[in-house]
């Protein structure tokens, strides 16, 4: 594996200006090329580039002072709130393969509505449509190695843009990102196949985390009437999981040992423990970090991959080194400090920081029955019934074939709103829920869950009222607990015993009068990021969503 090395950052923006960040050893490796940002240039890609670069141009930075009217509106207003950066490998909906995706789609839209300014940054693994090219690229001088050379070339990294429901959506653009699966990287980030990483995934997420430690500095975006210019140095970074945890480390030894960023923090959150970045310890030389992180790395475990004995754990580093730890639910943060076997080894690290749970809230715009392209019937709390012709169809189903199901072993969106939509009950076996945004999802369409006791399906599933708990489950994953069969089956026969009852038709109720948006969430996630005292963060001015059942947010690949 090759290393290659930074001795700066160069930014270039359409008017030509350069700016230095004079930073060292940036983690890069198996890489010696250059690109234009996009796998070719087409005509209609030339054209793209120019028409945003006399965008960038004609738009220049414009001062908006609030007016009267627009406090009382509850607008945003330029000048309160934070500077919120979220760090993610997946921001839905253009790149999502679970929680992650759905997290960074529909968190950041939310804190935008309470009046903060705010970024999200992962990478471009397809030609989005609706994100442009800001012609800012950054660029990285690479040396050679001792094990490969890759001579003098630069790496150019670009940065593509889009403005959706009031956030920016940067997306980093680099080979590393872009050409793994043609077409198809959005849904394989990690890997070509399920079990399968890719060999260079240690220097694709090095890459996004130093790209997005440059953002808020270069990129000079007018897209709000509100909010102008680069974010600056005041900045709240939100890294999610182990494939962004460098990015406190980097933030530390890059930046504010050279005097950059010294009022900013990071907030990390663990979205699933269970995937950690665990490496060779001689990889550790690989990400180019001073001697004094080694300890924040260094980890030991009983297993032979990636290989036996001593490795590197990014997120244990990312635990220790950043300000503040998240995860996305209370049971769930109390899971991880519980022992090994649920805190899958890093529950003595949690315990040394400590962690805050905040549960998930779900997109209610996408999830909505009242407005669900994919149904065909639409229907809220007052109307949870279904077709009378339908219904007679699967009842005679279940005459003609007593005892038999279908199962749908794929991820598919139309049909997965489809199935809320007309089934009766949720069975949710899971072994580990961090939080889950399965149940939240089924009790929007009135769809009654039956679930494990585990996560944050202990927080969102209320017993008796708006679902059913069937227990915690052995989390041993190698075999079937057959108590376990036994506490599934007595959890649907309840379920299924209030099947046409009035208490059936309570708890649908109760399921479809929940608050269950980003609303109440982003309160909390605002309070402790308020708490990490940013300079010149202070509460925003609440107001609605922008745009909130607009089109624009959808991402075309």
Not at 247 to 267: D, E, F, N, T, W
Request: hydrophobic share 40%; proline share 4%; glycine share 10%.
């Amino acid at each position: 594996m090759a290393t290659v090395t930074a001795s700066h950052f160069v930014s270039r923006t359409s008017h030509g200006a350069e700016t230095k960040a004079n930073l060292s050893q940036t983690g890069l490796r198996n890489q010696s090329m250059t690109h234009n940002g996009l796998r070719f240039l087409n005509k209609v890609d030339r054209l793209q580039m120019r028409t945003n670069a006399k965008a960038v141009a004609r738009n220049a930075v414009k001062d908006e002072h609030p007016t009267a009217n627009d406090k009382l509106s509850g607008k945003i207003i330029c000048g309160t709130g934070m500077n919120i950066i979220f760090v993610g490998a997946e921001v839905g909906p253009w790149s999502k393969t679970g929680g992650l995706g759905d997290v960074l789609g529909g968190l950041p839209p939310a804190m935008a509505a309470k009046g903060h300014r705010v970024m999200t940054v992962s990478a471009r693994y397809d030609q989005y449509k609706d994100a442009w090219d800001t012609c800012v690229t950054v660029d990285v001088r690479s040396v050679p190695n001792m094990q490969l050379k890759v001579g003098e070339e630069i790496l150019t990294v670009r940065f593509f843009h889009c403005y959706k429901r009031g956030v920016d959506r940067i997306f980093v653009d680099h080979p590393v990102f872009l050409e793994k699966v043609w077409g198809k990287t959005g849904s394989k980030i990690y890997g070509p196949r399920a079990g399968l990483d890719y060999k260079d995934n240690q220097l694709r997420f090095s890459l996004l985390c130093l790209a997005a430690l440059e953002a808020p500095r270069v990129l000079n975006l007018n897209s709000s009437k509100y909010f102008s210019g680069p974010y600056g140095e005041n900045v709240v970074f939100v890294a999610n999981d182990w494939h962004t945890a460098l990015l406190p480390c980097y933030l530390k030894s890059m930046y504010q040992s050279r005097g950059i960023y010294m009022s900013a923090k990071v907030a990390f959150c663990i979205h699933n423990i269970a995937y950690q970045g665990r490496f060779a310890f001689e990889d550790y030389s690989l990400l180019n970090l001073p001697d004094q992180f080694k300890s924040s790395f260094d980890f030991m475990d009983g297993y032979d991959k990636p290989v036996k004995g001593r490795k590197i754990n990014w997120m244990k580093a990312g635990i220790l080194e950043s300000h503040r730890v998240l995860t996305v639910s209370p049971y769930y943060a109390q899971e991880l400090v519980s022992g090994e076997d649920k805190g899958v080894e890093l529950d003595h690290i949690i315990r040394k920081t400590g962690i805050t749970g905040i549960v998930n809230g779900m997109d209610v715009q996408e999830w909505n029955p009242t407005t669900d392209k994919y149904i065909s019937v639409k229907y809220d709390a007052t109307t949870g019934t279904g077709k009378t012709a339908m219904e007679k169809q699967i009842q005679q189903l279940e005459t003609l074939y007593p005892g038999k199901a279908i199962g749908v072993a794929k991820f598919n969106v139309p049909l997965a709103h489809m199935i809320f939509a007309g089934a009766d009950y949720l069975l949710v076996p899971s072994r580990f829920e961090p939080c889950g945004l399965i149940q939240l999802q089924a009790m929007r369409y009135g769809t009654i869950p039956i679930v494990a006791s585990t996560g944050g399906l202990v927080d969102t599933v209320k017993e008796g009222f708006t679902g059913f708990q069937m227990g915690a489950f052995n989390v041993e994953c190698d075999t079937v607990d057959p108590r376990d069969v036994d506490k599934v089956a007595k959890g649907v026969i309840r379920a299924l015993a209030t099947y046409g009852t009035g208490a059936m038709r309570e708890m649908i109720q109760n399921c479809m009068a929940q608050d269950l948006s980003w609303k109440g969430p982003s309160t909390l996630w605002e309070k402790i990021l308020l708490s990490l005292e940013v300079a010149g963060s202070e509460p925003g001015i609440e107001g609605e969503e922008i745009a909130p059942l607009a089109k624009e947010n959808i991402a075309t690949p």
